[in-house]
């Protein structure tokens, strides 16, 4: 009866140490094929907090107008995914930007360049099931600031699940003055996970990565 009672507990423990080996192989595989984050960045000092009610994906447009906003048209497309690369359904995202001569339509912005009366400037919009997104815009001015020169960028507020992301695009065209941009430089080395990649004509592609669990 001890025999027996000594095989089944080597057996209940070898079995054990197999099933914690199995599963640290799986937390180390997942980690090693978990995504890089899309960094953060601050809010900046013009959140639209005073807004148009329109908030659509079109930037370029507003109802009852009859002329576009002026600039370059452009286009941004990209998904929200989880840590491990799955669609985040349904997240939220909220994206603002200066017009195309570098100014923001917030009371707070003393830049001497005019406001366009036609540029949305916000947008309000949720993510597909496929965590796809896209917006059509004005391609964004640099400008002058307290802390220098800042290039061409536009802000992002994303919501998902359980993570909330504030951070700033840039433009892989833009790389000149990217790389002299105080807030760019500050991302390190994960900079260029905040950089959307140009492929057709006026067409950028960015995805965020959020740290959420899925």
């Not at 991302?187 to 990649?197: H, N, Y």
Request: charged residues 20%.
């Amino acid at each position: 009866m001890t025999d027996n009672m000594n095989t089944l507990s080597r057996r209940v423990f070898g079995g054990s140490i197999l099933a914690l080996g199995a599963l640290a192989a799986s937390k180390a595989a997942t980690a090693a094929t978990a995504l890089e984050p899309t960094p953060a960045q601050m809010l900046g000092p013009f959140y639209p907090v005073e807004r148009l009610e329109e908030e659509d994906a079109d930037l370029t447009w507003i109802k009852g107008h009859s002329k576009r906003a002026e600039g370059t048209v452009i286009q941004v497309r990209g998904r929200v995914l989880d840590r491990y690369g799955n669609p985040v359904n349904g997240a939220r995202l909220e994206i603002w930007q200066c017009n195309s001569l570098g100014r923001y339509a917030h009371a707070n912005d003393v830049a001497t360049v005019p406001l366009d009366p036609n540029f949305q400037g916000y947008a309000s919009i949720r993510t597909s099931a496929k965590g796809e997104w896209q917006i059509t815009t004005i391609k964004p001015a640099a400008y002058d600031s307290p802390i220098g020169r800042r290039t061409p960028h536009i802000h992002f507020d994303v919501q998902g699940k359980s993570h909330r992301l504030t951070t700033q695009m840039y433009f892989s065209d833009d790389d000149a003055t990217n790389s002299k941009d105080l807030l760019y430089q500050e991302l390190g080395g994960s900079a260029e996970r905040t950089v959307a990649r140009l492929g057709g004509a006026g067409q950028y592609d960015w995805n965020v990565i959020l740290m959420d669990a899925g």
